[in-house]
């Protein structure tokens, strides 16, 4: 399997300001995604990370909002905008599609945000 | 769109069997995912079924039939250590969509000795 680590583990921040999570994973994969994780609810999907193009995002995410890079096969950026205390989740990179073991898809240890 | 549904939470003692059920309505089906979350940690992938029938790995095996848009995850040989949140995922998508996954609220299993 895939090992994938993300910066930061866990931030606090205040309101207005931007953070950026950064995903790095231990070899080329296909496909890159993040997830979101309100407390006590499930996982839900803001984006597709594509490699030399720009994210496809889900309803109800926007690009202004969760700007997203990803300028290898290796490696993803997610930026959470203008942080609200609605923004406190765990933000989790994923991945998959990768060889032998496409079928499969991991999930990154996550972003711990509190928004303030 | 999908509508992916789970029971909310489920108990059972060691040793026991428990069978954990996920309907779900979806376009464009591409795979059904298992995932195991204790609290404060990421999921850990359990297992993964496209074709109709049982897979099994292990004290977990998990069964797909997707006529009936129907999946259940059965436990055997609890361990106290099983207690955890068990979701269920859809994945959608084909060729640069694929791998797109949608996910159930979760079911939180409390194991008691």
């Known amino acids: 399997s895939a090992v994938i680590s993300q910066k930061p583990s866990r931030d606090i921040c205040q309101r207005g300001t931007s953070l950026t999570i950064q995903c790095q994973v231990d070899?080329?994969?296909?496909?890159m995604f993040w997830y979101r994780q309100q407390p006590g609810q499930s996982l839900t999907l803001i984006a597709t990370a594509n490699q030399g193009s720009e994210a496809t995002y889900e309803s109800g995410f926007v690009i202004d909002k969760f700007p997203i890079s990803r300028p290898n096969l290796t490696f993803s950026t997610l930026t959470v905008s203008n942080m609200s205390p609605e923004d406190s989740s765990i933000y989790l990179c994923?991945?998959?599609?990768?060889?032998?073991?496409?079928?499969?898809?991991?999930f990154g240890p996550g972003t711990r945000l509190t928004v303030t | 769109g999908q509508n992916i549904d789970q029971p909310t939470e489920m108990t059972a003692t060691e040793g026991a069997i428990v069978q954990i059920n996920c309907t779900y309505q979806?376009?464009?089906?591409?795979?059904l995912f298992w995932y195991q979350q204790h609290a404060g940690e990421a999921p850990t992938f359990l297992s993964y079924?496209?074709?109709?029938g049982l897979e099994e790995k292990g004290r977990f095996s998990s069964f797909l039939s997707r006529s009936k848009g129907y999946s259940y995850l059965l436990l055997k040989e609890l361990q106290m250590k099983d207690s955890a949140s068990y979701l269920c995922a859809v994945r959608e998508g084909r060729g640069s969509t694929l791998g797109r996954l949608y996910f159930g609220r979760g079911t939180q299993l409390t194991v008691w000795p």
């Open positions: 994923s991945v998959g599609g990768s060889g032998t073991l496409s079928y499969e898809q991991y």
């Open positions: 070899s080329q994969v296909t496909m």
């Open positions: 079924n496209v074709l109709d």
């Open positions: 979806t376009s464009g089906f591409n795979g």
